[in-house]
């Protein structure tokens, strides 16, 4: 069975330093990959999405996510945090092909401290 | 555009009470979800559909049932409530899988 891990529960950085959380994944073929972000309150909102091609793929907000199949990942970063960035994190996964239910991961909450 | 809107946005039952979550999206989507969200845990896959008059069971669909008559609306029925359904709860819904999910802002239910 498809698996999404992501090992960092909590994550604390600095305000204006760089951020990766980390996502790996378990499945035989190449999924689909996602990231989303909830902030406290909210619902998920879509970060941004891998399905094939390029391998470094932009999303919204300035993240940006890079798929290394040899590894299995898709960790999500940023280049500079900001204060409106402490949020709740999720990896996902769908199987290619399909519209199969979706595997998230259990979320890395991220606290920006000034 | 709406998007998915969940009614109610909180609610407190008492153990043994019945009720309804309401689902709509203004998308046209095909496919919706019924998630609960549990600290620690993520989000498990209760229930989902992959069409209007279609329902299937996620991973924890035990205590709860749903029903889909019409393309934009998802009902997600609690007949007998019980603590261990206390949760957030949250819809979803997509025009495929490949596409993402959108998601509505969240049910918080309190069972006492």
């Known amino acids: 069975a498809q698996s999404v891990t992501q090992p960092d529960i909590h994550i604390t950085v600095s305000e204006g330093a760089s951020l990766e959380l980390r996502c790996n994944y378990s499945?035989?073929?190449?999924?689909?990959l996602f990231w989303y972000v909830q902030s406290p309150g909210q619902g998920l909102q879509l970060l941004l999405k891998?399905?094939?091609?390029?391998?470094l793929v932009q999303g919204i907000k300035g993240f940006e996510a890079e798929f290394k199949r040899s590894q299995s990942s898709f960790n999500l970063r940023k280049p500079s945090v900001h204060w409106s960035d402490a949020a709740e994190y999720f990896c996902?996964?769908?199987?290619?092909?399909?519209?199969?239910?979706?595997?998230f991961g259990t979320g890395t909450k991220l606290q920006v401290i000034p | 555009n709406a998007g998915v809107t969940q009614t109610p946005k909180f609610r407190v039952l008492k153990t043994g009470q019945s009720m309804t979550l309401l689902c709509a999206q203004d998308?046209?989507?095909?496919?919706m979800y019924w998630y609960r969200q549990d600290p620690g845990m993520g989000l498990r896959l209760i229930h989902y559909?992959?069409?209007?008059?279609?329902?299937a069971k996620g991973e924890v669909p035990d205590g709860y049932n749903v029903s889909r008559l019409k393309k934009q609306n998802f009902l997600l029925g609690l007949e007998s409530a019980a603590p261990s359904q206390t949760s957030v709860y949250f819809c979803?819904?997509?025009?495929?899988?490949?596409?993402?999910?959108?998601f509505g802002s969240g049910t918080r239910l309190t069972v006492v």
């Open positions: 891998y399905f094939s091609g390029d391998t």
């Open positions: 979803a819904s997509t025009p495929t899988g490949a596409y993402g999910y959108t």
């Open positions: 996902a996964v769908v199987p290619s092909g399909g519209y199969q239910k979706v595997t």
């Open positions: 998308m046209n989507h095909e496919y």
């Open positions: 559909s992959v069409g209007e008059g279609t329902t």
């Open positions: 499945y035989g073929a190449t999924p689909y």
